[in-house]
């Protein structure tokens, strides 16, 4: 059999090398790519040289290049090859979601550990463990779910879908670590936002069970809220006070500010910094005595490191690791 006559099959335009000394083909598209290479990265080709791979009589070949059939898509082959052939998926860059998840895939398949590493960093990067990077991430004040440091076109706003993808991605490549952070995107952002990432897949009850975890987690939030911030209410009534009029009408401010007409839930994870950046609040925090002052700051970090302690059981997963 000669794959050369045959109309059906293309020629992948990226990876096709003349010297390539063997041939991997995914459904109908052939890429034309070097053992030496390969075997660099997968086990499978380990020691395998370029010119003394044993090719049986009668297998196919091109242009005198082995023939390998893969059970992959060749969307995921090509993912593959560009990981390991060009430096676009490197580390310091945001990668795509389909790039992602193909090293994944194509990485614990063959058993590559450098596509596993890869595409386990780039959601890890994107939905971090530490409360730390949390913030700086795609959560941060004023800042759009639109791209981020890991992944480059997740799109959370536009594709609340995409929030599937991932949990079905972390399921299947054992990544449990990364659940809460993803849980937190539609419990933080609303109802109307958990509905729709649910809608994409309306009788999915994959999405339907999801949706109910995002939904209890978002109603766990706003239980917590009011434990988060409920050193508010000893602000000017401390025997530390030294200006107990003031702390008490600064206290009456912020409550004001962070229950009505509701809770933002997004002030959660907000640092001292950037919780005191929102006017209103900035300017009842500066009327506090230093007593106050210093004991509303210090409480604030406390319950906010509480908070984060406690944010995976809020979606029912395991503590932090
Ligand atoms: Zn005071």
New binding site residues.
């Given amino acids: 059999m000669n794959f050369d006559q045959n109309n059906q099959v293309t020629r992948s335009p990226q990876f096709w090398f003349e010297d390539g000394s063997v041939v991997l083909q995914a459904e109908s598209t052939q890429f034309r790519v070097h053992f030496g290479v390969l075997g660099n990265y997968i086990p499978f080709f380990e020691g395998m040289a370029d010119s003394s791979f044993p090719q049986p009589e009668g297998e196919p070949t091109v242009e005198g290049a082995p023939v390998m059939t893969l059970h992959d898509s060749a969307e995921d082959v090509k993912h593959m090859l560009t990981a390991l052939y060009t430096d676009r998926y490197e580390s310091e860059n945001a990668i795509p979601l389909d790039a992602v998840a193909a090293m994944l895939r194509m990485g614990d398949k063959y058993m590559i550990p450098y596509l596993q590493h890869r595409g386990r960093s780039a959601l890890v990067k994107e939905f971090p463990s530490k409360l730390e990077e949390f913030r700086k991430t795609m959560f941060a004040p004023g800042i759009d779910c639109t791209a981020g440091s890991g992944i480059s076109d997740l799109n959370l706003d536009q594709e609340p879908g995409n929030i599937l993808k991932i949990i079905r991605l972390a399921l299947r490549h054992n990544l449990e670590r990364i659940l809460p952070a993803v849980l937190g995107v539609p419990a933080f952002k609303g109802v109307k936002y958990i509905l729709r990432m649910g809608n994409t897949d309306p009788l999915s009850p994959f999405a339907r069970g999801w949706e109910g975890v995002c939904l209890l987690g978002r109603e766990n939030l706003f239980d917590a809220y009011d434990w988060q911030f409920r050193w508010v209410m000893g ?2 009534v ?1 025997d ?5 009029e ?3 009408e ?1 206290s009456i401010r912020l409550t004001h500010r962070l229950w009505r007409p509701k809770p933002d839930v997004r002030r959660m994870y907000q640092s001292w910094q950037s919780f005191k950046a929102e006017g209103t609040i900035g300017n009842a925090v500066g009327r ?6 210093q ?1 509303a700051n210090d409480s604030f970090d406390e319950a906010g490191n509480v908070f984060w302690s406690q944010f995976p059981a809020y979606f029912g997963r395991e503590p932090w690791i």
Avoid: E, I, N, V
């Fill in positions: 602000l000017g401390r530390s006070c030294s200006s107990k003031q702390c008490a600064a506090l005595c230093p007593a106050c002052m004991w």
